[in-house]
């Protein structure tokens, strides 16, 4: 893609999920502990499984490193950069849709086809989900709008 036309844009991870995970797991840390001690259980055992809610959101921590951190918009597609640098464009013709995620407000679903012709899908902040929208509605006037039901080619 020419670096010139690209409308580069921070993507913003959502800090309201993060801290819902983090209350969720002290919460239940909190409650696997009680019932061990409330059943005389073993404090090594009753440790380990108090611990397993964080375990869980370190697997989720590794999953949100596969959202892109910055999103470019041109006219010849869209182009994701990942933490690590790794780069990915998207030519507009793989763009299938973009929905709103449901559990959390202002974030959506970018999904589209990738080379092999799978689909995959990038979560996009508000800001770069309206530029990428802008841009469909631009280069599709007579095309339905990208937030519509998913078309799948």
Known sequence: MNEQEIVVIKNALS???GI????????GSII???LGVYFQ??????GIFAM???????FAYLGALRVAIM????????????RSGRKENISW?????????RLDPGFFLLIFLKEDGKKAFNILSEEP???????????????EDLMSEPKFK
């Not at 819902?20 to 919460?27: D, G, N, Q, S």
């Not at 989900?129 to 095309?143: E, F, S, Y």
């Open 15 to 17: 800090r309201r999920t």
């Open 20 to 27: 819902i995970a983090v209350l969720m797991a002290v919460t």
């Open 32 to 34: 696997l502990i009680s």
């Open 41 to 46: 259980e073993d404090p090594l055992i009753t």
């Open 52 to 58: 397993m809610p964080f375990v869980l959101i370190v």
């Open 71 to 82: 999103v470019g918009v041109s006219s010849q597609g869209i182009q994701l950069v990942y």
């Open 93 to 101: 013709k793989n763009v299938v849709t973009m929905k709103p995620v």
């Open 129 to 143: 989900a309206n530029q990428v929208r802008q841009m469909w509605i631009a280069l599709h006037p007579d095309a």
